[in-house]
């Protein structure tokens, strides 16, 4: 059964739900919708990069620093974020901190990004585990090595994302103040 997308309505009252839609109909008419992102860190402030499948309706097979994905019809920003970090990495009870909301829109995908991270704890929320329809593979890299990353033309990386990290950069200088 094909999934069931909020619409969002892109006027002053940011979050307004406005209806639903397939989510095959969002994506084939890049309508506006919502969706999480979580930045996940460690205690060393580190992030954990990943490359996401080649099957993935969105930016397949580019490397990402985000997960998350659309926020269903009727569920609740946290709860989709909660949702989505068990589902693309196995992480459960992670405590989500709220980092940002704005809208991103491009060619292929117009939403509100509802932005948290967490910190990550191997002793307290076990292994990451990937769902291979969604992760590829995975890794931590220092903030100082993933802004060099971002600069190296060759590196595919997810535009939403990097504008996402942008953001997340200046509005956090303990992430190294470098922008990617």
């Not at 569920?75 to 901190?97: D, I």
Request: hydrophobic share 35%; net charge negative.
């Amino acid at each position: 059964m094909e999934e069931i997308v909020a619409l969002y309505a892109q006027d002053e009252v940011p979050g307004r739900v406005v209806g639903t839609a397939r989510r095959s109909r969002v994506r084939a008419e890049n309508l506006p919708h919502a969706a999480v992102k979580i930045l996940v860190r460690d205690a060393d402030g580190r992030i954990y990069v990943h490359r996401r499948t080649k099957t993935k309706d969105l930016y397949p097979g580019l490397h990402d620093v985000w997960v998350g994905g659309v926020i269903a019809a009727g569920e609740e920003p946290l709860s989709a974020a909660e949702r989505e970090l068990a589902e693309e990495l196995g992480l459960r009870g992670c405590a989500l901190r709220p980092t940002m909301r704005h809208w991103y829109t491009d060619a292929y995908t117009n939403y509100l990004t509802y932005a948290y991270e967490t910190l990550y704890t191997p002793g307290r929320h076990g292994p990451i585990i990937h769902q291979p329809t969604e992760v590829a593979d995975g890794w931590w890299l220092p903030w100082r090595e993933l802004t060099a990353q971002l600069s190296d033309p060759r590196w595919q990386f997810v535009p939403d994302g990097r504008e996402h990290l942008i953001r997340y950069a200046a509005q956090h200088p303990e992430s190294g103040g470098h922008h990617p």
